[in-house]
């Protein structure tokens, strides 16, 4: 009966030190971080803007073991989850650090927008695979959330042009639009010995690369003009090429207002278009038709709080001489006209769907100036 009663204690303690041993106590595991207090999330270190090091935070006033950290990141025009759709949340140490893998695809070095949310163990964190918002759930469910912006480093290639510095896109992984890769190299975007920006779309070890520009400067309401010294109405019908303003802040429809000439894929398409987004709406939209008299042409668009005016002339003018120079013109005054914010003035040439030109022939456009008038 001793010998019993000696194995069933003997069994007994086994079983709780294995269980209390299995189980992460207040010192070794699981713990309310920095003691009561309203919960927070902060950011330790942020990699720098085109670098692949790990975010990392801390989390004070809730219990670690209760709450993991939700992590996105905006790039490319949308937002995403991180590290992985499938493993969407991130431990929290006991002293309230935690680690996050922000570089795991595509261009993720090149995010802008990086925002963290604390979150409960029992919510399942929405799963964001390039939308352009942020869904409200996830800040009434999160007891804490940060964001931080970053911009681009002097790594990246900028240029001078028409008195505005200039950034230069690259991408070694297709996005928007097309999407398609885009290279920074001078031989696709380059200035000439009369100060004339060009861009080209090129290939290169049987990959196509394309071509964009973004003005540094934010310039909002007034008069945006662009010259142009290229044959435009003659591109090949996969060729696109966009003057516009763009925002990586989704409000008003990233502050988009468009000038595009493509045939979009088919030679009998129109080659033109205004736009004011979203172009869904067929009121936003004005398609038409360029047939150039010379190599010159101006195309312009004066936004305004209640109107975006739209007009393109033969020849280098900021004002026609007469009406006879006018290639054609629209006026908006729709609900979707945007309020200036942080959009830039942008210059692209790309590939419609990402499809090489129908001849294999690479695509070059010549812009000789850009004014902006206040």
Known sequence: MKV??????????TFLLLFISACPDNENGCKIVDGSGIPDIDYIYVPPFGSFGNLRGHVAHVNNCDYKVAVYIFVASGWWTKPYWDNPLTTINNDGSWECDITTGGIDEQATKITAFLV????????????????????????????????????????SFSGYEWTVKTSENPVGPGPNLFLNSTENIWIDNQKQLHLKVTTKN??????????????????????????????????????????????????????EFSRW?????????YV???????????????????????????WQ????????????????????????DWTYKGQDIPVPGNENARINLWLFN?????????????????????
């Open 4 to 13: 019993l009663k000696f194995y069933l204690t003997f069994f007994i303690f």
């Open 120 to 159: 409960p163990n029992s919510y399942n964190p929405v799963k964001m695979d390039g939308g352009s918002n942020l869904p409200s759930e996830l800040f009434e469910n999160s007891v804490s959330n940060i964001e931080v912006t970053r911009t681009q480093d002097s790594t990246f290639r900028t240029l």
């Open 206 to 259: 049987g990959q196509w690369y394309c071509a964009e520009v973004i003005s540094k400067e934010n310039f909002g309401y007034g008069n945006y003009i662009f010259y142009l010294s290229s044959r435009i109405d003659q591109m090949n019908e996969n060729a696109v090429l966009g003057l516009f303003t763009w925002s990586d802040d989704p409000d008003y429809h990233h502050r988009e207002i468009d000038i």
């Open 265 to 273: 894929s088919n030679p009998n398409n129109l080659n033109s278009q």
């Open 276 to 302: 004011v987004q979203p172009w869904e709406n067929p009121l936003n939209i004005y398609r038409f038709n360029t047939e150039l008299t010379e190599i010159n042409s101006t195309h312009i668009f004066i």
């Open 305 to 328: 709080k209640d109107s975006i005016k739209f007009i393109s002339i033969n020849g280098h003018f900021a004002n026609p001489p007469d009406s006879s120079y006018i290639i054609n």
């Open 354 to 374: 990402g499809d090489r030109p129908s001849d294999n022939k690479e695509v070059e456009v010549v812009i000789n100036k850009f004014e902006f008038i206040k």
